[in-house]
T-cell receptor, first 113, second 114 residues
Framework: DTEVTQTPKHLVMGMTNKKSLKCEQHMGHRAMYWYKQKAKKPPELMFVYSYEKLSINESVPSRFSPECPNSSLLNLHLHALQPEDSALYLC????????????FGEGSWLTVV | KQEVTQIPAALSVPEGENLVLNCSFTDSAIYNLQWFRQDPGKGLTSLLLIQSSQREQTSGRLNASLDKSSGRSTLYIAASQPGDSATYLCAVLTNSGGYQKVTFGTGTKLQVIP
């Protein structure tokens, strides 16, 4: 099983809402990632949890908040988003050490209205 | 700073042709290089992973090569089919303080015409 599962597949939210994106993997991976992808652009790294340690892309605004309840689950909490945050949000996982394949989920399409 | 470029940006070929996608990177201190395909509105599907000690990987009609010293990788697709139509992304993997840092290329959008 090389599956990374993301829910929901589509999310529409207002600028005052609070919502969460969820990601799950059962491959025993110790690194999980959130990426943001705008149309016709490559994915950009937002956050990484590796062996329960969080690494952040300093340019990500605080209205995005990651959470890693355990090594199989990764959440992205969303609050007070802007329309420009509308994008495809991709979760990925890998074994956590160098030299291993990274697996991506199908993504969650987020629209902020 | 690692920069990854893919040429061409778009490619349209008739079904059955063999084709080559190119990927170049500026810093040769990499661990691995991974090729992905992305269908419209979908996530990334891993195609091949080439470790830095390898020069080549094959999976079915796909063959990827890696030349670290020149900062280049190629993805060869044999006997292309309409189902191969997608955007292909190469990604350079490096170690960054305990996790794999992934730098994506700019992508090649492939259309295979029946």
């Amino acid at each position: 099983d090389t599956e990374v599962t993301q829910t929901p597949k589509h999310l529409v939210m207002g600028m005052t809402n609070k919502k969460s994106l969820k990601c799950e993997q059962h491959m025993g991976h110790r690194a999980m990632y959130w990426y943001k992808q705008k149309a016709k652009k490559p994915p950009e790294l937002m956050f990484v949890y590796s062996y329960e340690k969080l690494s952040i892309n300093e340019s990500v605004p605080s209205r995005f908040s990651p959470e890693c309840p355990n090594s199989s689950l990764l959440n992205l909490h969303l609050h007070a988003l802007q329309p420009e945050d509308s994008a495809l949000y991709l979760c990925a996982s890998s074994r956590g050490d160098s030299g291993n394949t990274i697996y991506f989920g199908e993504g969650s399409w987020l629209t902020v209205v | 700073k690692q920069e990854v470029t893919q040429i061409p940006a778009a490619l349209s070929v008739p079904e059955g042709e063999n084709l080559v996608l190119n990927c170049s990177f500026t810093d040769s201190a990499i661990y691995n290089l991974q090729w992905f395909r992305q269908d419209p509105g979908k996530g990334l599907t891993s195609l091949l992973l080439i470790q830095s000690s390898q020069r080549e990987q094959t999976s079915g009609r796909l063959n990827a090569s890696l030349d670290k010293s020149s900062g280049r990788s190629t993805l060869y697709i044999a006997a292309s089919q309409p189902g191969d139509s997608a955007t292909y992304l190469c990604a350079v993997l490096t170690n960054s303080g305990g996790y794999q840092k992934v730098t994506f290329g700019t992508g090649t959008k492939l259309q295979v015409i029946p």
